[in-house]
């Protein structure tokens, strides 16, 4: 295998750096704490070493020829990832698992996820999440077939340690000019019977009977919440939506709430599984904290 033996160093290319952003060798010594002689050796060996030219003086100021503007730019990538190099070593160190596997149902509200997220990383930068969105999770096969070291989903499967995280407002809802509207009073189930349902997909449900709760003449299944927002908007037919991701639809007049003599509203409760408590390390328990914490906050308001 050919080796190939760089004729310069990382710390040439921050030395430089330094000299630019600084405007001067005066001020880079200064962070640098090193003499300005010293500085001005390096990135003479540096220019030495590559045959051109990287900087030049106008005034007091040291400046980037157009040479070394191109490759300063290709070395702070250098620069920048053995910055991560080091932090994830750090990382390691400390024991804390450079990769955390975190699988989220759709429902779970985004804000609260980027929240959480933003957390764990204050703590922990050096560590890669993977995340997985999906609608209506299936908790079980995601933990059994280890796709994931997390889940947030709408089941506790048997087997697993899970806790409460908060609960999901679906409202029955369709389009202000759908029929249902015009009837002018509470409606009942047999109402709803003669009326394109809009159902979110369900991966927990294994046959018909299980999502036999509502029973329409017409049954049209979306994958995506989006996809269920934009059908009901239309006036294709209505829905149980979660009222986090309808607000603008409620307030625009672009959604309206059906009025159920019952079940107007569902509570989708979801929790916060671990694949393995026992066996997790400081990663996966910190951004397991940081979404405890962030729907914890919620449920304060």
């Not at 804390?96 to 975190?102: I, K, N, S």
């Not at 999440?129 to 096969?141: C, F, I, K, P």
């Amino acid at each position: 295998m050919n080796t190939v033996h760089p004729r310069t160093s990382l710390e040439q290319w921050l030395v430089l750096q330094v000299v630019v952003e600084a405007g001067g060798y005066a001020r880079a010594s200064e962070i640098l704490h090193r003499s300005q002689s010293s500085l001005s050796y390096t990135t003479s060996q540096l220019q030495q070493r590559l045959g051109v030219q990287l900087l030049r003086t106008e005034g007091r100021r040291a400046v980037l020829t157009e040479v070394g503007a191109v490759l300063l730019a290709e070395a702070k990538s250098l620069l920048a990832g053995m910055g991560k190099l080091e932090a994830l070593a750090g990382t390691l160190a400390r024991g804390l698992e450079p990769r955390v596997r975190l699988s989220v149902e759709s429902l779970f509200p985004k804000p609260l996820l980027f929240e959480a997220l933003a957390q764990f990383h204050q703590s922990a930068e050096a560590t890669y999440v993977e995340l997985r969105e999906t609608m209506r999770l299936d908790v079980a096969a995601e933990l059994v077939e280890d796709r994931c070291d997390l889940c947030v989903g709408i089941t506790i499967p048997s087997g697993y340690l899970g806790d409460p995280l908060l609960d999901v407002e679906l409202i029955a809802v369709a389009a202000p000019t759908h029929r249902l509207h015009g009837l002018g009073r509470a409606l009942s189930r047999d109402d709803l019977m003669h009326e394109v349902f809009i159902a979110l997909e369900d991966a927990t449900a294994k046959s018909p009977a299980s999502r036999s709760w509502l029973v329409t003449n017409q049954r049209w299944t979306m994958s995506t919440v989006e996809s269920a927002i934009a059908a009901v908007c239309s006036g294709m037919g209505f829905a149980w939506l979660p009222r986090h991701r309808i607000e603008e639809h409620l307030q625009s007049g672009a959604l309206k709430p059906l009025v159920l003599k019952t079940g107007g509203v569902r509570l989708v409760h979801l929790y916060l599984v671990h694949a393995s408590a026992r066996q997790a390390g400081p990663s996966t328990l910190g951004l397991a904290e940081a979404i405890q914490s962030v729907c914890a906050s919620q449920r304060l308001v």
